[in-house]
């Protein structure tokens, strides 16, 4: 295997090769000289198992890699020969033959029989409860190969629906005889008190230890299969392992037409006696099992699902089994930031891919990525990846390399399996500019196969020019540092991207979402905003990108129930978009529930810990419970991630609420000689430092003359109009700001009922009037939510 440490990851020949040639391709590692691998199957807890390519035979097996922490487990090797040994006797269309045993290096392996298709239990998350017919086709074709296994003295022990493939061509095929033994005579020599299984499946007898587990332990292991099946839900669960495995010791099976009252009488005695404490009352065979299935009359097996399992709605906090299963089923991957091999102000085409190829991925069911903010923590971290991406916690790490040539660029890029270092594929590419996002669509395409998951979204075009490329890379490292002169810059290269490729949806979804966040200072932004997110969706309805483009776009227009639904079409796509959860949450956390908002911005900021705003949204949660010094430690965050500025907004304006006046001054003392452009911030700062009132600073007073804004800075600037007259006093103005403040669209019904500066207003008769259009306005957008 690779020594990573010690072996130059990509190195660059010093020719350049012609311009669209891929320079070199390595598929992946080949075991043993003879297999080499193709995908990742799937990890397990012997090790993970892959898709493999036997190039003596030219044929597909699946080779499984003992890990490498259990080679040196006394008795593994012998047990992982026995393995071999015992699952050799057994051949069975129903079950995966076993070739061969072999050696890599420090590794040990198997090859077996490779089944297309899917294991069982993600079927079952997929699906939801299955038909009765379903589960009578599925389950008798799992007896006949137990009975063969069986027949052949060989007991499974770790018989579930993660060992039961769905092959394509219509077979189910028993998998994964890993512990299976053979079924020894009383009195043989064995290891007495070794559990081992699945807690929620192992029969009682495996939870005891006892050492003469037979045949009847996979009886009880397909009982609790039949059980899922039917209704869902797994037989045995509880808050840790050995509650799930001793709970079958001291309670009887249970019932599953508690569960589905539609179920056949006959569907729940099978699975009763299946799982029966007392072995010698369940069935003594497989084939008894299957003959009772099949017995169950017609009507009874086309039985549908009952509608009462419902799941529950995306915002329900515990996920459902199937929702789990799904979940579990899922490859976890982390893309390392890509190395930017070339002069420093090439910077940004590395990042940009490493974003595009996060993003690409995130959408690939199968797949659960590491989101932007966790990973780029190791940006220039001399580090094994394999040990980075066992600090993730995650099976598959992808790292890379970006160069300008004089051709173009250079692309490379590898997936590694990090529980063993294979290689599982890896290659180069030398194209045009233009070709970026080709070659990235190329490269998650090829991850994908790599790890044996479907890629739904269709691959993207090319803009005509390199230049919108380079261009709308550099307008997203500038639209994420989110204040007015980087969005500002951001639209003017997006603008210059746009006459270049005027159709492309990345760069469109990006030019949106951009004047959207420019629609604050200018509010005819809005409007363009909408109509370019529209044309991005006309030509890529499938991408993230356009749909979180359209939420922005829809809120700068005063519609936050279309955002929110916009917003939730691009999670639904991108389920790592950090920027599609902070737009929600912070939508909440102005019209509630604040707990809602907590949950969903905590969420954005688990995704990408340096998000703009999503740490000063959280700030004001915390500030609105009254918790100031969580809202204090947040507000530090703040000015780790957003700089000094960002810092001075917040506080001022929490002290402001809270009158304390030594905070004020201190904050603005520091910031004495900062440049600071926003004119609301600056005239507070200057008031402080100059000890008059805001209202005769004249930088104040142009602001709020200024009705250039969008419907969001016309009622910002109104509620610290508000504010500011209550904190010097001045209670006439007010009270006759907050009604021309409720009718700019203002959505803060929190502001209005949680912030202890406008406490003097809350019995007066305009602030009562003022509360009515805001709370008629939130009541209709949460009305439109709940209806969407």
Known sequence: MTDFKATPTFPDPLSEAPTGLVLSSAPGDRVAGRYT??????VGGMGSVYRARDEELE??????VLRQDLVNEPGMLERFRREVKLARRVTHKNVARVFDIGEHGADKYLTMEYVEGEPLNVALARQGVMSVARVVEIATAICAGLAAAHAAGVVHRDLKPENVLLAKDGRVVITDFGIARMHEPEGARTQVGAVIGTP???????VQGLADIDTRADIYALGAMLYELFTGEKAWRGESIVSVAAARLVQPPPDPRVKRADLPTACGTIVLKCMARDRDERYRTAQEVAEELTSLTLP???????TTLVAPTTSSRTPTPAAQAAAAAEKTVAVLPFRNSGPPDDEYLAEGLTDDLIDTLSMTRGLKLRPRGVVMRFKGVDQDPREIGRELAVQVVVEGSVRRTPAGV???????????GFQLWAKRFDRPEKDLFVVNDEVAKAIADALTVDMAQPARESPTDPVAVELYLKARVEYRKFWVEHVREAVKLLEQALARAPEDPTILSG?????????????????LAKQAAERALVAAPHLAEAHLAMAHGLFQAGDGAGAVRSARQAITRAPALAEAYGLIGMILSESGPLDEATRVLETARSLDPAAPSVSRNLARVSMLRGDRDGA??????????????????????????????ALLRSVAERLRNVKIDAPIQRAIRDALLDKISPFDSPTFQQAMANNEGGWRRTAYFRQVEVELALYVGDVARAIGSILPCAQSGLIDLLWMDRCPLLAPLRGTPEFQAARVIVDERVARMLEALRAG
């Open 59 to 64: 044929e597909l097996v699946a080779l499984k």
């Open 300 to 306: 009874a097996m086309n039985k549908l699902p009952v």
């Open 511 to 527: 030019y949106a979402s951009a004047l959207a966040r420019m629609s604050f200072f200018n509010g005819d932004n809005a409007v």
């Open 410 to 420: 250079r692309i490379s890029a590898r997936v590694l399996s990090v529980a063993d």
């Open 200 to 206: 929620a499946y192992m029969a009682p007898e495996q």
């Open 37 to 42: 691998l193709l995908g990742l199957l799937g």
């Open 632 to 661: 204090q430690q947040l507000l530090e965050q703040v000015r780790t991630v957003e700089g000094e500025f960002a810092y001075f907004a917040g506080v001022s304006r929490y002290a402001i609420w809270y009158r304390d006046e």
